[in-house]
């Protein structure tokens, strides 16, 4: 599975060689390719030489990691400790039938998705941070579902929906995933606890890694300059 590759075996390595373009570009890139937002060319790692007190120092060349946001840090190990916690800790349910019972690891699509819900958010601010704050904070307001987020107010902003946006950067199993996530998510908080079932949770897990890449590349499509 993807996260036995991860750097330390910590789900926070999805953001493992990402880093930020710099100061006039917002986009999302690695460190030896061309920028997907701006378009600048690989970013220079050569160390410099520079004099301190009087005496020559090599500096090695740092960049600012692409997460830095709390929930960046705070998300990704809260869904890896629901995966990794026993199923057993939950039979509580177990006298349901398996038809009428949500998943034991329903929680980790539950935060999943208001990890995602904080980065559609992150999206439309960054690619609006144009216009004047005081609209975008209300237009915000106005369309602060995140349905709405991802049709309406996405269609104002873009012209398109996020699931089309996902599909047109070669993302479909990834939007139809999450259309699906969306639907049981909304049935779970509506008296279906049992949408959110075991075969959700592990297509969420196999295919996160994936998701984590099409919102980038999504994200970078939309804060071009």
């Given at each position: 599975m993807w996260y036995d590759e991860l750097q330390g075996n910590s789900w926070m390595g999805l953001w493992s060689g990402y880093v930020r373009c710099g100061a006039d570009c917002h986009g999302i890139?690695?460190?030896?390719?061309?920028?997907?937002?701006?378009?600048?060319?690989?970013?220079d790692t050569s160390p410099q030489t520079v004099v301190i007190d009087g005496r020559e120092m090599i500096i090695h060349a740092a960049f600012m990691g692409a997460e830095g946001r709390y929930e960046d840090y705070i998300y990704p190990q809260m869904l890896q400790r629901e995966w990794e916690r026993p199923a057993a800790e939950f039979?509580?349910?177990?006298?349901?039938?398996?038809?009428?019972?949500?998943?034991?690891?329903?929680?980790?699509?539950?935060?999943?998705?208001?990890?995602?819900?904080?980065?559609?958010?992150?999206?439309?601010?960054?690619?609006?941070?144009?216009?004047p704050q005081r609209v975008l904070d209300d237009t915000l307001r106005r369309y602060s579902g995140i349905g709405p987020r991802l049709h309406e107010l996405y269609r104002i902003f873009f012209g398109t929906n996020y699931f089309d946006d996902l599909r047109a950067c070669g993302f479909s199993s990834i939007a139809d995933l999450l259309k699906d996530i969306h639907q049981r998510r909304n049935e779970f908080s509506h008296g279906g606890p049992q949408a959110i079932n075991d075969a959700t949770v592990k297509a969420l897990v196999e295919n996160l890694q994936a998701e984590h890449e099409a919102w980038i590349a999504v994200y970078n499509s939309r804060v071009r300059a």
């Open positions: 890139r690695k460190i030896a390719v061309p920028c997907p937002a701006c378009g600048a060319g690989p970013l039979e509580g349910l177990s006298h349901f039938p398996e038809e009428n019972r949500p998943s034991a690891r329903a929680a980790l699509v539950l935060l999943f998705w208001s990890y995602f819900e904080t980065r559609i958010e992150r999206l439309h601010r960054t690619a609006m941070r144009h216009l």
